[in-house]
């Protein structure tokens, strides 16, 4: 327990601030997220078995972003569970207190998470340039680059988390693992959120930028088959990732705007009150959900899509060409008469059988 450490002060603010229902409120909508989260992935896994018609180095990047919002949303689960369970059991105002060190693991896969969330965009985006430069080999490409960037992203994240926590105190006093603001940490946090929202504004020009190019050259293909199959691919992965980019994009910057805001008028707000307020803003858990969604609809479509494509083949005019027999009647009865006749056939004669123009 942590009696010992705080004044009473410290510990009655604590024990209002996470009993007040705009604490509660907020961290339960949280939990409730995280948790469907999970429901989401099994239904993607029970209707899909994670199968998407991808080349491979675009499916390493997407199965790793989907990895790190489960491990994202466990993280969350935890954290919040053990929230409620203390506010529960807890006999003195103190209890309510938890200790950085205590919250080490669980912060530092916070942060990991929302950074590698951005990075693996941003590889995604540069693999489906990359695909566009190489178009003429890359359907034949192997998993190499896909796994290059994915263990770039990884090793990038934990570098860039382990930079910005390692100041960090271990007996602070939060209520809350994911409090950041009120910690020593709480600027580079905040500075680590910035290079994630500049990054997402790149990601997001380089993709938009890249699409509009796809769209121009994509009528020089005609007639290579793999070249138009990888640029409609690209065409496809960016368009359903480009709404991945957009929802996350959206809530860094709405949870910068709003933390900034909070900042600034801080001093005019109790200790208490600020906290309370920091739970309400504080919609950065929430982006797993929605990108879990977002993933159904991408394999939904892109299932959907492999659908239309594969009854369009075996309908198209293509496949409904008259057989043999049926032409070499046609001849005989129809372009032959004609040709006795002396008049004009009323079709090219040129069938295509090997047998003589007239």
Not at 153 to 182: G, M, Q
Request: hydrophobic share 45%; net charge positive; charged share 15%.
């Amino acid at each position: 327990m942590m009696t010992a450490v705080f004044n009473n002060t410290q510990c009655v603010e604590a024990a209002e601030t996470v009993g007040h229902f705009l604490y509660l409120a907020p961290s339960a909508l949280i939990t409730v997220s995280s948790a469907f989260t999970f429901f989401v992935f099994m239904a993607i896994y029970a209707k899909f078995a994670l199968r998407i018609s991808y080349h491979i180095n675009a499916k390493i990047l997407i199965l790793l972003n989907m990895f790190l919002h489960l491990l994202f949303s466990f993280a969350t689960l935890v954290n919040y569970t053990v929230l409620f369970v203390n506010a529960i059991v807890a006999k003195e105002a103190c209890d309510f207190f938890f200790a950085t060190s205590s919250c080490s693991v669980l912060r530092r896969i916070f942060l990991f998470c929302t950074m590698l969330n951005s990075l693996t965009q941003a590889a995604l985006v540069m693999e489906r340039m990359y695909a566009t430069r190489n178009i003429n080999t890359y359907e034949y490409a192997g998993p190499k680059l896909g796994y290059y960037l994915a263990s770039t992203c990884v090793i990038a994240s934990i570098s860039i988390v382990t930079y910005v926590t390692y100041p960090e105190i271990s007996n602070e006093p939060v209520t809350n693992c994911f409090a950041f603001s009120s910690t020593t940490i709480g600027d580079r946090v905040y500075h680590m959120f910035a290079v994630q929202l500049f990054l997402a504004i790149i990601t997001i020009i380089a993709y938009k930028r890249h699409l509009k190019y796809l769209k121009e050259v994509h009528q020089e293909y005609d007639g290579h088959l793999s070249q138009r199959y990888q640029s409609l691919q690209t065409n496809l992965v960016l368009k359903y990732q480009g709404r991945l980019i957009y929802i996350s994009s959206a809530l860094i910057s709405l949870y910068i705007g709003f933390s900034s805001t909070g900042y600034l008028i801080r001093p005019n707000f109790t200790l208490q009150h600020y906290k309370q307020f920091a739970a309400v803003i504080f919609i950065m858990p929430h982006l797993s959900f929605f990108s879990m969604l977002q993933y159904y609809y991408i394999f939904y479509w892109a299932l959907d899509a492999k659908k239309k494509r594969m009854t369009d083949t075996m309908y198209s005019p293509l496949n409904n060409r008259k057989d043999y027999m049926t032409r070499l009647r046609e001849h005989w009865t129809i372009d032959y008469k004609c040709l006795e006749s002396g008049s004009a056939s009323p079709r090219s004669v040129k069938i295509g059988f090997g047998l003589t123009d007239y």
